[in-house]
T-cell receptor, first 110, second 112 residues
Framework: TQLLEQSPQFLSIQEGENLTVYCNSSSVFSSLQWYRQEPGEGPVLLVTVVTGGEVKKLKRLTFQFGDARKDSSLHITAAQPGDTGLYLCAGLPQDYKLSFGAGTTVTVRA | DVKVTQSSRYLVKRTGEKVFLECVQDMDHENMFWYRQDPGLGLRLIYFSYDVKMKEKGDIPEGYSVSREKKERFSLILESASTNQTSMYLC???????????FGQGTRLTVV
């Protein structure tokens, strides 16, 4: 059983559309991280959220950490083909074992 | 530029062989991790180490062991490789629990 549940598993959209990826858990996390992984490469960190209710923006990407620090979302505005990749959320629970969700594969069609 | 280097990108081994996957980081990080990545399952933690000669089991340690004799090097050992260990293996390191994990490019292991 995954500690972190990501949805949807796959997302295919047209360039210019918006999308949201969700990361949920029944556990409380001291922080949540979002990574993007491209084929043949290791994941690369996009952002870390630490405070409940926190919102962080990275250009067209908006990350939100839930008030109870159990969930997070990633919203991409006006998606571009360069946003294509596997998006992974990762949480740091009390035992400090960095745990990952199963990932959301995002495909942005030109 | 920070770097985590895994010794092989692709590896093919026979069932029953002892397999060593090596990982080296040049960032003087305390923490190092081994994950395996399978489609639909994401990254699952096998083992991690928070100091030299220290190790902790992750979520799926069965069939694996690790060694950390030096701070920069973390080795994953498959004692007797089996076909269900065919997977992508990713090594990562971080300076502290709450900080960014830097990943290697992965080793795609096939056990035949």
């Amino acid at each position: 059983t995954q500690l972190l549940e990501q949805s949807p598993q796959f997302l295919s959209i047209q360039e210019g559309e918006n999308l949201t990826v969700y990361c949920n858990s029944s556990s409380v996390f001291s922080s949540l991280q979002w990574y993007r992984q491209e084929p043949g490469e290791g994941p690369v960190l996009l952002v870390t959220v630490v405070t409940g209710g926190e919102v962080k923006k990275l250009k067209r990407l908006t990350f939100q950490f839930g008030d109870a620090r159990k969930d997070s979302s990633l919203h991409i505005t006006a998606a571009q083909p360069g946003d294509t990749g596997l998006y992974l959320c990762a949480g740091l629970p009390q035992d400090y074992k960095l745990s990952f969700g199963a990932g959301t594969t995002v495909t942005v069609r030109a | 530029d920070v770097k985590v280097t895994q010794s092989s990108r692709y590896l093919v081994k026979r069932t029953g062989e002892k397999v060593f996957l090596e990982c080296v980081q040049d960032m003087d990080h305390e923490n190092m991790f081994w994950y395996r990545q399978d489609p639909g399952l994401g990254l699952r933690l096998i083992y991690f180490s928070y100091d030299v000669k220290m190790k902790e089991k992750g979520d799926i340690p069965e069939g694996y062991s690790v060694s950390r004799e030096k701070k920069e090097r973390f080795s994953l050992i498959l004692e007797s490789a089996s076909t269900n260990q065919t997977s992508m293996y990713l090594c990562a390191s971080s300076s502290a629990p709450n900080t960014e994990a830097f990943f290697g490019q992965g080793t795609r292991l096939t056990v035949v």
